[in-house]
C-alpha cells in the first residue's frame, strides 16, 4: 500500500495570505488528522476528519479550517497567514474505527511565512 | 530515509507498576530531537518527553524516563508507578529540523 502523502512539500507565503494543504491518506483509511510542529510549541492537533465530517478538533483559531471528501482526501485551509503559522503540517491517516488505531503520518508540509 | 520502529503494537501494565515501550530509530545524523507523544482517543498530541541527541543524560519528567542509548539508536520509555491515566497510544518520534519521522505506535492499556 501506498503511504499518506502530501503536497506540496515546501511553501513559502507572506503574511495575509491563505495557503491550502492536501493529504491522501492511505487507501481505505476513513480518518485523516492535522496536526501543527513548531520548535516551540511541539506538536499540537489540530481536528480530525471522518467520513467527510469533523469529528475531533484542537484549540486553533478559525482561519484554520479543513475539510474531507469522498474519497477521504483532506485539504487544510489556513487564511491570514500570520508569521507564526509557520511551522510543519502533519497529516496522518488511519482506520477511524475506534480512536486506538494507529495512525500512519505523512512527510509533511513545511511552510514558511515571510 | 530516517525510520522509527516501535516493536510492540499493544502493552499492558497492571496499575502501580512500571513499564517500558521500545522505540529505534536509525539515521545517519548526529544532532537531532527525540520525543515520545501520548495520544488519547481524543486525537490530542501530549508531550510526554523529549530528548536531544547531544545530550548524555537521560531526560526525566516525574514518572516518565527514557533510556537514550545513541550508539544503539535506540530510545525506550519507562512509566513507573502506571495509573489509569497513562492508557492511551504513544508515539515515538525524531526530527532533525529537516524531517520528522512517527513510530507507528504502542498501545499501553492500564489493567486496575
Known amino acids: 500500500k501506498a503511504g499518506v502523502t502530501q503536497t506540496p512539500r515546501y511553501l513559502i507565503k507572506t503574511r495575509g495570505q491563505q495557503v491550502t494543504l492536501s493529504c491522501s491518506p492511505i487507501?481505505?483509511?476513513?480518518?485523516v488528522s492535522w496536526y501543527q510542529q513548531t520548535p516551540g510549541q511541539g506538536l499540537q492537533f489540530l481536528f480530525e476528519?471522518?467520513?467527510?465530517?469533523?469529528?475531533n478538533k484542537g484549540n486553533f483559531p478559525g482561519r484554520f479550517s479543513g475539510r474531507q471528501f469522498s474519497n477521504s482526501r483532506s485539504e487544510m485551509n489556513v487564511s491570514t497567514l500570520e508569521l507564526g503559522d509557520s511551522a510543519l503540517y502533519l497529516c496522518?491517516?488511519?482506520?477511524?474505527?475506534?480512536?486506538?488505531?494507529?495512525?500512519?503520518f505523512g512527510p509533511g508540509t513545511r511552510l514558511l511565512v515571510l | 530515509a530516517q525510520t522509527v520502529t516501535q516493536s510492540q503494537p499493544e502493552m499492558s501494565v497492571q496499575e502501580a507498576e512500571t513499564v517500558t515501550l521500545s522505540c529505534t530509530y536509525d539515521?545517519?545524523?548526529?544532532?537531532?530531537?527525540l520525543f515520545w507523544y501520548k495520544q488519547p482517543p481524543s486525537r490530542q498530541m501530549i508531550l510526554v518527553i523529549r530528548?536531544?541527541?547531544?545530550?548524555?543524560q537521560n531526560a526525566t519528567e516525574n514518572r516518565f524516563s527514557v533510556n537514550f542509548q545513541k550508539a544503539a539508536k535506540s530510545f525506550s520509555l519507562k512509566i513507573s508507578d502506571s495509573q489509569l491515566g497513562d492508557a492511551a497510544m504513544y508515539f515515538c518520534?525524531?526530527?532533525?529540523?529537516?524531517?520528522?519521522?512517527f513510530g507507528a505506535g504502542t498501545r499501553l492499556t492500564v489493567k486496575p
Open positions: 539515521t545517519s545524523e548526529s544532532d537531532y530531537y
Open positions: 530528548q536531544e541527541a547531544y545530550k548524555q
Open positions: 496522518a491517516s488511519s482506520s477511524g474505527t475506534s480512536g486506538w488505531e494507529t495512525q500512519y
Open positions: 476528519y471522518f467520513s467527510e465530517t469533523q469529528r
Open positions: 518520534a525524531y526530527d532533525n529540523n529537516n524531517d520528522m519521522r
Open positions: 487507501s481505505g483509511h476513513r480518518s
